[in-house]
């Protein structure tokens, strides 16, 4: 019997998040469980991980800062001003808490899945790349590469969309989270 009830988690979350959402989350499910195939990792746990990992996305910016606020969650300045790095952290919490997932590589996959960190777990890797490649995703410059290169060697696929990361933010001056950039270092 599986662990985990992907189709409750389906159900859920399609409620939870808005069309545009949903169809992304659905693509980092699946694209994390073909990385699961390809690197011998555990495909149920990478498609949760995929599942869950952006079920705080949709959640509006005050309402993110006001449930860290209830819920004691630390939130540094720049996690604070930037929803993009908000949504990781309350996701993890919700993860834990409302879906109740307590495997940690899970947890901590939906944690880092925006910054990273450095020495990263398989799953962290999986679900940060799969984040960015799966098949909805269009707007990335190296796409085509970045795709190819995940199933060649994971860690370089990684380090380029980190490198991309780094320049989108600076090229629309944006804050640099310390971790993004100890991650890519
Ligand atoms: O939630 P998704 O859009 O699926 O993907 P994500 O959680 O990886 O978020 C992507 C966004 O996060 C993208 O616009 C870049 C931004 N981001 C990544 N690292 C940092 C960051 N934003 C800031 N301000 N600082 C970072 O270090
Ligand atoms: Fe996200
Ligand atoms: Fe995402």
Redesign the pocket.
């Known amino acids: 019997m599986r662990k985990y009830d992907i189709g409750l988690y389906k159900k859920t979350l399609q409620k939870k998040l808005d069309s545009d959402r949903y169809e992304h989350t659905i693509g980092v499910a699946y694209t994390a469980a073909s990385l699961a195939m390809r690197y011998k990792y555990d495909i149920n746990k990478a498609l949760i991980a995929g599942l869950l990992?952006?079920n705080a996305?949709c959640i509006p910016y005050e309402k993110k800062l006001q449930m860290c606020d209830k819920y004691n969650i630390h939130l540094s300045d720049v996690e604070r001003e930037n929803p993009a790095l908000l949504?990781?952290k309350l996701g993890a919490f919700m993860a834990m808490h409302k879906y109740k997932i307590n495997d940690k590589e899970i947890i901590s996959a939906i944690l880092y899945?925006?910054t990273g960190r450095p020495d990263m777990l398989l799953l962290e890797k999986i679900i940060y790349v799969a984040?960015y490649i799966e098949p909805m995703r269009y707007k990335a410059r190296r796409l085509h590469e970045i795709r190819e290169l995940a199933f060649k060697d994971i860690d370089a696929a990684l380090l380029t969309i980190l490198e991309d990361t780094l320049e989108y933010l600076k090229s629309i001056n944006g804050n640099i989270d310390p971790l993004t950039q100890k991650t890519y270092k």
Request: without cysteine.
């Open positions: 990992h952006d996305k949504h990781a899945h925006t984040d």
